[in-house]
C-alpha cells in the first residue's frame, strides 16, 4: 500500500495485548496439485492485514530483534480476528510482510522469531481452511532498499530474492496448495518521477530498465521457491509487474517468468479505481458515476485482453476506496466492482484493510478500515454484503448476526435528468479490407458524458495476419484514454496499432481493443482496418 497511514508508536499507539491460540500447522494432505485457475476461482474474496506485519521501523535500529507488528499503531494479530473475517464469508487472507528489516548479514538470514511469528498468523487462516497469499512488501521503500529494479543494484537486490525466498520456501514447503507466494509487493523506482504511473505504450529508459529489472527478480524469486522442494515445486506464485499497476503490466517491455511448473503463475495487479474516489488525497471525488464505471470496465478489458483471454489468473491483490463519509456510494462502487470481476471466473479480488476509518474532511485518501480490530466489530458493512451478493450469494455474519444482501433502491436524491445504463447501439456491418482480409466491428457504449468504443479486429482470411492499423476519423470520436492498443494522430484521423503481444491475428481469430472520451458520441464512427 503506497502513501502508508504512519503513527508514532510511542505516543500514539494503542496495544491490546492477546493471547495468541495455538493452532497446528496444517500439512499437506493434498498437495498443491490444483492449478492457478483452479485456486484463483475457488479464491472468491480476500481480505487483506495491512500495515501489520508490513509496518517497520527506523533504519538506525536494524536489524530488529523483536518484531514491528503493533508500529504503526494496530493490535497484535490475533486468531479471533481472521475467525471474524473467515465469518463474514472471506475465504482468502493477503498477510503483507516486510522481511528484510529483521535480516542479518550479507545473506539477508531471517531470524527465527519473526518467522516463528508469520507462521503463527498463516496458521489462524489455515485452520480456517482459507487461502492464504504470503508476500515481501515493504522491502523497497524511501529508508531503506534492500532491492531496487535499476541495473547498478541489481546484483544485490537479486542476492536479496533469492536468499529471503529460500528461506520462506523451506519453512512453509509442507503446506498445501492454500497457500500462495507472491514475489513482491508494488516494485518500482521510489521517489522517481514516474514512480506511480508512467505511460504504457511510451515508457521512458528509467522505466523500461526498471521494467526488465523486475522480470528478473520474478524470475529469481520464482527458482528459489521452486528449489526448495516439497510442495513449492508446485505452488502457485503471483508475480506483479512495474508498481503492480496495471501499466506496469500492459506495456511491452513486462514478462511473466518461466516456470518448471505448467499453470501455476498468477498475475498480481493491484487497482484503487478510479484514483480519485478510491486514493486521492487531493483532487478528489465522493460520488460513484458512469465515469467511474467506465474506468472499472477499462480494467478488465486490459487485463481480459493479455491475460485472462490467454489462460493467465489475475488476483487484484489490492483494492479499495477510502472512507470519506460517504457509504452509500461506496455500496455502490462494490456493487459494481465485485459485479465486474464476477463476469471472469479466474479473477480473485483481496479488500486492502489498515484499520484507518475516520476521516472527518474526507480527503484523506488513506482510510481503509472494514473491521476494527480491537472491537472486532464490522465498519460500514452494507459495503461487506455488497461484495458477498457477487461471491456465492450467501448472507454475511457481520457483528454476530446474518446481514442480508442489498437490494436496489430509488436514489433519494431526484437526479435532473436520468442517467439510464450505457446501451450499446446495434452492431454496424463489418468494415472489409480488400486485400488483407481483415474486417473491423465496433460497439458504442454510451452515457450522455462520456462514451466507449470497443473495437474488434477480425481476420476473416485463411492465414495469420502479422500486423495491423485501424484508422478512426477524428470528426466522430475525441479519444482521451485506450487499452491494448498504442494511438498516434494523422491529419484527420487517429491512428491505432497494436502492441507486440497482440499484433499477430491467427486466420479466423480476432482482437478486441477499446477507445474512451468524454462528451457526445454519434450512433455510428468512420473506422477502416488495414
Partial sequence: MHTLKKVVAFCLTLIIVMAAVPVNTVHAASGTNESAAEVVSDMRVGWNIGNSLDSYGQKANFPYRSSNETYWGNPKVTKELIDAVAKAGFNTIRIPVSWGQYTTGSNYQIPDFFMNRVKEV???????????????????????????????????????????????????????????FETMNEPRLVGHGEEWWFPRNNPSSDIREAVACINDYNQVALNAIRATGGNNATRCVMVPGYDASIEGCMTNGFRMPKDSANDRLILSVHAYIPYTFALASGGYTKTFDNNIKGDIDSLFNDLNSKFLSKGTPVIVGETSATNRNNTSERVKWADYYWGKAAQYRNVAMVLWDNNVYDNPSGADGECHRYIDRNSLKWCDPEIISAIMKHVDGTPATINGKQVPTPQPTPDPKPQPQPKPEPKPTPQPQPTPSAESGLNVEYNINNWGTGYQVIIKVKNDSKAKVNDWTVKVNKKDVKIDSSWCVDITEDGDYYVIKPMSWNAAIEAGASVDFGIQGSGKIGKTIDVTVQ
Fill in 122 to 180: 498463516v496458521d489462524y487462516c489455515i485452520a480456517n481452511n482459507m487461502y492464504v497469499i504470503l508476500n515481501t512488501h515493504h522491502d523497497i521503500n524511501s529508508d531503506y532498499c534492500f532491492y531496487v529494479p535499476n541495473n547498478a543494484n541489481k546484483n544485490r537486490s537479486e542476492a536479496y530474492f533469492k536468499s529471503v525466498w529460500t528461506q520462506i520456501g523451506k519453512a512453509f514447503k509442507d503446506y498445501d496448495y492454500h497457500l500462495v
